[in-house]
């Protein structure tokens, strides 16, 4: 499985500068290696998840691919809050414009992590499966808040090593007080 970590998004100024977000995802995805890995494609771009799976693609001419891309299902609508096209249309869209010799070969199915559980169905090309809520609720947003009991371990460590999220290094043993 490859994950591809969000490059620089200008509608999320909250969102952990890539300096520190990449290398901290490297080093969770470690932990899983050979199974999971790490593209950098969205270093230094502001593509968004439904482009850079085909900037992917394209880095695989040749080559039968079945891509999965995941997503929560609050992304299964044709337009987002804002009024503009949501997962599906963006990838319809996406799929048109840059598969081209290779659409044969590169296959493109969705899967939507269930949160909403949304009640209509969006027309599309696509396959679309939905996968099972895991019976946890986890957030970026929770965990900026303070929420860490399902970050892991490597990610904590990274974030204390550089400051982030308000955690710093736990005193060592020596450094503390004698009683």
């Excluded at 809050?81 to 296959?107: F, I, W």
């Excluded at 965990?143 to 955690?167: C, D, N, Q, T, W």
């Amino acid at each position: 499985m490859v994950f591809v970590l969000a490059g620089d998004d200008p509608r999320k100024p909250a969102m952990t500068p890539v300096l520190d977000r990449h290398p901290m995802g490297i080093e969770v995805l470690k932990g899983f290696a050979p199974f999971f890995v790490y593209s950098p494609i969205a270093v230094g771009t502001q593509f968004d998840g439904e482009t850079n799976i085909f900037r992917i693609l394209a880095l695989n001419p040749g080559m039968a691919i079945t891509a999965w891309y995941m997503v929560g299902d609050d992304h299964y609508r044709l337009t987002d809050k804002k009024g503009n096209p949501d997962t599906l249309p963006k990838l319809e869209a996406n799929r048109a414009k840059m598969l081209s010799s290779d659409s044969a070969l590169h296959e493109l199915k969705v899967a939507f992590i269930e949160r909403e559980r949304p009640a209509e169905a969006v027309p599309t090309k696509l396959e679309v499966k939905f996968i099972e809520h895991a019976g946890f609720d986890a957030s970026s947003t929770a965990v900026r808040e303070g929420s860490h009991g399902l970050v892991p371990h490597r990610a904590i460590e990274y974030a204390r090593r550089k400051g982030l999220y308000g955690m710093s290094e736990p005193p060592s043993p020596s450094a503390r007080p004698v009683k």
